[in-house]
């Protein structure tokens, strides 16, 4: 910006030099005709008036011109030429009437001023070159206007032409020496500033929580760079310490998320095992035609769901690793049908759009999928004077759906991020880990989970799974 402002100043300050010195030469140029031509006036044997200026100027002129080294012309009051001093070869550019408004202008400048120094000036431009022409009044020896006298002067322009440039690259050159000059200072200053900051650097992206972390030595700092490195070597005593106790903390919350996991999957098969029961006790009959079917339809479930627990606790001797997912083909409609019909609940409905869905699925995992939405739908309308759940079955393109709604309380919005977290709960009582394993299980077999959820109006959990497993 120094540069090209210092330029910018450079280059007007040479303009404006120009223009002084020409202005200065022409105002010489033109005293010195001025002072040839009274001469003249004064020695010849005419009678100074326009019609003798041509026989009074017949052969001075030419020698005025030579000395004084610039061409001029002398025209009658009226502007029409009377003679010049210009070659033979020039004559054709000789402008033989000069222009009324150079009348007006010479007039009105004349009346502003002394008589004997009032002139115009007029610029114009022909190839590059600028030439300037003055007027002024030829007086007798009585000060009277007896002609006009036209000087025509060419600009010397080398000063712009030659000097500037040569002076503004000489300023580019210091410039960009000083630039170059400036960059090396900079880059060896920076470099030793700096030192101490890289090796802070280095140690900072090192810095692990896993590792011991060695502290920064630097010899002879600042005392900026001192307060820094002391900052870093007490955070990393800090650190280390922070580090022990968080590798205890979890540690400690593994084994509670075990034993609270383990819990979970155990009391999931209980549930409908107790449901089971309780709905046989109830039904029971035993001069029902159907007994022997009821009793191997019940018996059935309470295998499934004595070999759920079996399983779950050979997974979690295992580092608590989930059953292995088996995939069988099954008909959907009577998988949740079954596992809605060991609720004893009055208010839950079950409706399916067709009599037959085949999915690729683990019973098993269907059925947990569905005891867990239902049972969730129980716990969310215990308050509600009609309460309704409604379970339902139908095919959706490629996918069978399952909803279940309930006209519960519904989940409020700044919960709705976190219902499929882990250990997240809005209930009293439990551990929040169902939808997670929920939502687990569903994408295990490339399904999806969502819901809808209005406030004091309920809400609708709907899962999809592929009719046949990608």
């Given at each position: 910006?120094?540069?090209?402002?210092?330029?910018?100043?450079?280059?007007?300050?040479?303009?404006?030099?120009?223009?002084?010195?020409?202005?200065?030469?022409?105002?010489?140029?033109?005293?010195?005709?001025?002072?040839?031509?009274?001469?003249?006036?004064?020695?010849?044997?005419?009678?100074?008036?326009?019609?003798?200026?041509?026989?009074?100027?017949?052969?001075?002129?030419?020698?005025?011109?030579?000395?004084?080294?610039?061409?001029?012309?002398?025209?009658?009051?009226?502007?029409?030429?009377?003679?010049?001093?210009?070659?033979?070869?020039?004559?054709?550019?000789?402008?033989?009437?000069?222009?009324?408004?150079?009348?007006?202008?010479?007039?009105?400048?004349?009346?502003?001023?002394?008589?004997?120094?009032?002139?115009?000036?007029?610029?114009?431009?022909?190839?590059?070159?600028?030439?300037?022409?003055?007027?002024?009044?030829?007086?007798?020896?009585?000060?009277?206007?007896?002609?006009?006298?036209?000087?025509?002067?060419?600009?010397?322009?080398?000063?712009?032409?030659?000097?500037?440039?040569?002076?503004?690259?000489?300023?580019?050159?210091?410039?960009?020496?000083?630039?170059?000059?400036?960059?090396?200072?900079?880059?060896?200053?920076?470099?030793?500033?700096?030192?101490?900051?890289?090796?802070?650097?280095?140690?900072?992206?090192?810095?692990?929580?896993?590792?011991?972390?060695?502290?920064?030595?630097?010899?002879?700092?600042?005392?900026?760079?001192?307060?820094?490195?002391?900052?870093?070597?007490?955070?990393?005593?800090?650190?280390?310490?922070?580090?022990?106790?968080?590798?205890?903390?979890?540690?400690?919350?593994?084994?509670?998320?075990?034993?609270?996991?383990?819990?979970?999957?155990?009391?999931?098969?209980?549930?409908?095992?107790?449901?089971?029961?309780?709905?046989?006790?109830?039904?029971?009959?035993?001069?029902?035609?159907?007994?022997?079917?009821?009793?191997?339809?019940?018996?059935?479930?309470?295998?499934?769901?004595?070999?759920?627990?079996?399983?779950?606790?050979?997974?979690?001797?295992?580092?608590?690793?989930?059953?292995a997912q088996q995939s069988e083909t099954l008909n959907v409609?009577?998988?949740?049908?079954?596992?809605?019909?060991?609720?004893?609940?009055?208010?839950?409905?079950?409706?399916?759009?067709?009599?037959?869905?085949?999915?690729?699925?683990?019973?098993?995992?269907?059925?947990?999928?569905?005891?867990?939405?239902?049972?969730?739908?129980?716990?969310?309308?215990?308050?509600?004077?009609s309460p309704r759940i409604l379970v339902t079955v139908a095919?959706?393109?490629?996918?069978?759906?399952?909803?279940?709604?309930?006209?519960?309380?519904?989940?409020?919005?700044?919960?709705?991020?976190?219902?499929?977290?882990?250990?997240?709960?809005?209930?009293?009582?439990?551990?929040?880990?169902?939808?997670?394993?929920?939502?687990?299980?569903?994408?295990?077999?490339?399904?999806?989970?969502?819901?809808?959820?209005?406030?004091?109006?309920?809400?609708?959990?709907?899962?999809?799974?592929?009719?046949?497993?990608?």
């Amino acid at each position: 910006m120094a540069s090209i402002l210092i330029a910018g100043v450079t280059i007007y300050q040479y303009r404006e030099q120009s223009k002084e010195y020409n202005r200065d030469r022409l105002e010489r140029k033109e005293s010195q005709i001025k002072e040839s031509v009274n001469l003249t006036i004064r020695k010849t044997t005419f009678e100074p008036v326009t019609e003798n200026l041509q026989h009074i100027f017949k052969e001075e002129i030419f020698e005025i011109a030579e000395i004084q080294n610039v061409n001029f012309s002398i025209y009658d009051l009226e502007g029409q030429i009377i003679i010049d001093s210009h070659p033979l070869l020039n004559r054709d550019s000789i402008t033989k009437c000069l222009d009324a408004l150079v009348l007006q202008k010479l007039k009105v400048s004349a009346n502003q001023r002394y008589v004997e120094e009032s002139n115009h000036i007029e610029k114009s431009s022909n190839e590059k070159k600028i030439f300037r022409s003055s007027f002024t009044y030829i007086k007798d020896l009585k000060f009277r206007d007896i002609g006009i006298l036209k000087l025509e002067y060419i600009e010397d322009t080398s000063f712009e032409d030659k000097e500037l440039p040569e002076f503004l690259l000489r300023l580019a050159a210091v410039y960009v020496f000083m630039l170059i000059i400036a960059i090396i200072l900079a880059y060896f200053t920076s470099k030793y500033i700096t030192r101490s900051l890289k090796t802070i650097s280095d140690k900072l992206k090192k810095t692990d929580l896993n590792i011991r972390n060695s502290k920064i030595i630097v010899e002879n700092p600042s005392e900026e760079i001192g307060r820094l490195i002391d900052a870093y070597n007490g955070m990393i005593d800090e650190l280390e310490q922070s580090a022990a106790m968080l590798a205890k903390s979890e540690r400690e919350r593994a084994w509670r998320e075990m034993a609270k996991q383990v819990a979970h999957e155990i009391k999931n098969p209980l549930t409908p095992m107790r449901l089971s029961v309780q709905s046989f006790e109830r039904k029971f009959n035993a001069n029902d035609p159907d007994i022997k079917e009821k009793l191997t339809e019940y018996s059935q479930t309470l295998i499934q769901q004595i070999d759920t627990m079996s399983s779950i606790a050979s997974a979690f001797s295992n580092f608590a690793e989930m059953p292995a997912q088996q995939s069988e083909t099954l008909n959907v409609v009577n998988i949740v049908k079954l596992a809605v019909d060991i609720f004893n609940e009055n208010y839950i409905h079950f409706i399916a759009e067709e009599e037959k869905i085949i999915a690729k699925l683990d019973r098993t995992q269907l059925v947990r999928v569905v005891t867990n939405l239902v049972k969730n739908a129980i716990q969310a309308v215990p308050e509600v004077e009609s309460p309704r759940i409604l379970v339902t079955v139908a095919s959706e393109n490629n996918y069978v759906k399952i909803s279940v709604a309930d006209n519960g309380f519904g989940i409020a919005d700044e919960f709705k991020d976190k219902v499929f977290e882990p250990k997240f709960t809005t209930k009293t009582s439990g551990m929040g880990l169902g939808l997670g394993m929920v939502k687990n299980i569903v994408e295990t077999y490339k399904g999806s989970i969502s819901f809808t959820s209005q406030p004091n109006k309920g809400t609708v959990f709907t899962v999809r799974f592929p009719k046949e497993n990608k």
